[in-house]
């Protein structure tokens, strides 16, 4: 089945986004005194706002903050750090998957399968939980309460009995 018309939309994606449209937040506050304080975002913040250590830019909605100012040879520094660090990091990550396939390896000649795992773990959780102080207590006193509630019944029944002995 053919559309009757075509759909316009009715916003103008060619003209570009106007920012202010994505505060979600109003301008005022709404909440109750009581509540802790809604964080803005964006260029809607309170001007004794600082932002935190590590804040990023992305949450931070200001301008980017300039550059420190640094020589050729310090930027030419840090510059190699950040390579030597980010090929330790690539390196470490070789070394862990390796790791992990051997240890794949050796489980599957152990015949340890992820099943198997699963059902240890299961058991020593449940052993676990039998043998807490709350399971215990609660065991305790759902049994007793079954013991209530059996001699309860029981009790019922015979005086139930009683009464239709009575009634005949």
Do not use: C
């Not at 699963?118 to 609660?138: F, G, M, P, R």
């Amino acid at each position: 089945m053919e559309p009757l018309e075509e759909y316009h939309s009715p916003f103008d994606f060619e003209q570009g986004v106007n920012t202010s449209f994505l505060y979600l937040s109003p301008a005022y506050s709404d909440t109750p005194p009581s509540s802790p304080a809604v964080k803005t975002r964006g260029f809607h913040k309170r001007p004794d706002y600082t932002p935190e250590l590590g804040e990023d830019a992305a949450t931070s909605g200001g301008p980017p903050s300039p550059l420190p100012t640094m020589t050729e040879e310090e930027h030419q520094e840090l510059q190699e750090e950040l390579a030597k660090v980010e090929e330790e990091i690539q390196t470490l990550s070789q070394v862990l998957a390796a790791k992990e396939r051997r240890v794949a390896d050796i489980k599957r000649t152990l015949g340890i399968t992820p099943l198997n795992e699963l059902k240890q773990n299961i058991t020593k959780t449940w052993q676990e939980v039998t043998t807490s102080t709350a399971y215990k207590k609660t065991s305790e006193t759902l049994s007793q309460a079954g013991l209530k509630a059996t001699a309860a019944f029981s009790n019922m029944g015979s005086a139930i009995s009683r009464k239709l002995e009575d009634v005949r």
